[in-house]
T-cell receptor
């Protein structure tokens, strides 16, 4: 089955800097890769996703890149703000076959003012 | 609130007792998932339903765990003979097949503490 590895487990940046979180997946059949943000004591919420027919997707300060050959994808947050502080999870799934998400271990991002 | 709701939000029980959690998904969502999350880890897949049919159950899930979705709406997750290792946050999520996005909508979770 699918296995998703996520790095780093913790990341501390200064406000205004960029943050990058990386994930690798094992199942070449996976074709949908979402990123979820979970604030302390809150539910995970989708912030951006990408499908395997696209190499990059941007939404304001957030971007995700996908390298299908290497089976890795990354989240990029530019101009970080204190409210970006949270735990971020990557996930992978075969979208049209069940759609169960397999999550990475999470990255705790801390943005220092 | 039309989001995913879970009940109870917190449950403290003694080892060996049975517990049941309920999830009410977003009304038009036909897929419902249960995940377990422990501190510092990502959500771990447990099982999922399409309508009332349970389509997959994690191999990591022991026989003490059972889930139902009898009418294709709400779902229950029961843990029998609880153990301290069952202490975790149990998350429910729902989605609709055929949507333009694969987004899962999560509930706030049910936190279980086994003493």
């Amino acid at each position: 089955g699918e296995n998703v590895e996520q790095h780093p487990s913790t990341l501390s940046v200064q406000e205004g800097d960029s943050a990058v979180i990386k994930c690798t997946y094992s199942d070449s059949a996976s074709n949908y890769f979402p990123w979820y943000k979970q604030e302390l004591g809150k539910r995970p919420q989708l912030i951006i996703d990408i499908r395997s027919n696209v190499g990059e997707k941007k939404d304001q300060r957030i971007a995700v890149t996908l390298n299908k050959t290497a089976k890795h994808f990354s989240l990029h947050i530019t101009e970080t703000q204190p409210e970006d502080s949270a735990v971020y999870f990557c996930a992978a799934t075969t979208y049209n076959q069940g759609g169960k998400l397999i999550f990475g271990q999470g990255t705790e991002l801390s943005v220092k003012p | 609130d039309t989001g995913v709701s879970q009940d109870p939000r917190h449950k403290i029980t003694k080892r060996g007792q049975n517990v049941t959690f309920r999830c009410d998904p977003i009304s038009e969502h036909n897929r419902l998932y249960w995940y377990r999350q422990t501190l510092g880890q990502g959500p771990e897949f447990l099982t999922y339903f399409q309508n009332e049919a349970q389509l997959e159950k994690s191999r990591l899930l022991s026989d003490r765990f059972s889930a139902e979705r009898p009418k294709g709406s709400f779902s229950t997750l029961e843990i029998q003979r609880t153990e301290q290792g069952d202490s975790a946050m149990y998350l429910c999520a729902s989605t609709i097949t055929g949507a333009n996005t694969g987004e899962l909508f999560f509930g706030e979770g049910s936190r279980l503490t086994v003493l």
